[in-house]
């Protein structure tokens, strides 16, 4: 895997956790009554990463030295949620594009327990506060499979927040993607006015 460029992380590879960021309200999930503690990964966070992608069952699960690295390189721009109890639930892959400094997210994933609570749409919102203060960005971008529907609704919701718009185009297809693959089109959101929080 080729890891695209972005400004260095902070000098331990990521900043430490903030349960104060808007994106870490409490919810409950299938288990019970859990507060959600949402924030940017440390390279240990990988090894649960890769383990929440394999789990999944629909994700492409990459190797878990790809997930550890992603947390030193991307921690800025990606966060893991865990439970009161100390069990991670979900994160959010996403890189700064080099091209025109986007935020690509490119992984969303909820352990099936936390699933329906929101989740998601908090770690998103969590890690587009954390790229618009790393490097001001002003707009999302993200490919999802057509036959994604809990994903577009997701990245449509995240896009009603912000008062802003969100264009779907073809990206990736078989020929690149193989025929094993579904197609990857292409979503962008935005531009987001720098005052368009999503956390209220
Ligand atoms: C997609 C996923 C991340 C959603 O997690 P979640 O925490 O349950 O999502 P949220 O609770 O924030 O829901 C976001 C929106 O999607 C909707 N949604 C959730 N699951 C859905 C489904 N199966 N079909 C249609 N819509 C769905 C929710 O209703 C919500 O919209 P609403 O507010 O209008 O009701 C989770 O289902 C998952 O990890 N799936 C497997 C991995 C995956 O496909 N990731 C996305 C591609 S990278």
Redesign the pocket.
């Known amino acids: 895997m080729t890891a695209p460029e972005q400004a260095p992380p902070r000098a331990s590879g990521a900043a430490p956790r903030d349960s104060g960021t808007a994106g870490s309200r409490n919810a409950q999930d299938a288990d019970g009554d859990h507060s959600y503690e949402i924030g940017a990964p440390v390279p240990s966070d990988g090894v649960e990463m890769w383990r929440l992608a394999v789990e ?1 069952r ?2 492409d699960a990459n190797s878990r030295y790809a997930y550890v690295l992603w947390c030193r390189d991307f921690a800025r721009t990606s966060v893991i949620a865990r439970r009161d109890d100390g069990r991670a639930v979900g994160y959010v892959t996403g890189y700064l594009r080099p091209e025109n400094g986007a935020l690509l997210i490119w ?4 352990d099936p327990v ?8 908090r770690m998103l919102d969590a890690a587009w506060d954390q790229a618009v203060a790393e490097a001001g960005t002003e707009r999302m971008e993200t490919t ?1 499979t057509p036959d ?4 577009i ?2 990245f449509t ?1 995240f896009a009603e927040r912000h008062d802003t718009t969100i264009e779907r185009e073809d990206l990736f297809g078989p020929d690149l993607l193989g025929d094993e693959h579904e197609p990857e089109d292409l979503y962008v959101i935005g531009p987001i006015a720098a005052d368009k929080g999503g956390n209220t």
Do not use: E, P
């Open positions: 999944s629909t994700l992984q969303v994933c909820v936390a699933r329906g609570a929101g989740l998601a749409g999802i994604n529907a809990s994903s609704r997701l919701k």
